[in-house]
């Protein structure tokens, strides 16, 4: 396993749509799921990485919504999502976010309520889940990542919106 380097913006391979996964028994693509996860629980306070963020253009992402200091209401733990498609979404919910690919900003964004999303697992099973608040958040978020989506993009007003974070030491 190893822990992998996040792109920045202004990377292009940021801007790319991720391509479908097409067999999940494949090693490489196994061994990447495990270099996501351990790139995931080395940085501080990550709640999910996509696939693209790290260089690895496909459909591919990995969530861990228990590591947030605001838990969503119903956590789904930890999940690795391949292929996800957003079936149903319902209300609306604007809510603070940052991105490791955006280090130095976070910003205020509309997003879906709850979601129904399908997925297949890490062994290419088929999975439905509703998430709902900060969980539905965070899939959007990384589902964004695969069609070249930053939530800048998706930010109404720089002027209001979007926030410097402070100074790291
Ligand atoms: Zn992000």
Redesign the pocket.
Known sequence: MAILEILTYPEPRLRAQAEPVDRFDRPELQQRVDDLLQTMAALPACV???AP?VGYPYRLLVIQCQNSRKPPLEHPGLLVVGNPEILSWSGTEVGR??????PDYTGNVLRAQTIQVAFQDRDGQPRQLTLQGFAARVMQ??I??LNGT??TDRIVSRKTDLFPRKQRQ
């Open positions: 999910g990485v996509a963020q976010e940052g991105c490791l690919s955006l978020h990384e964004d990542h930053l939530f």
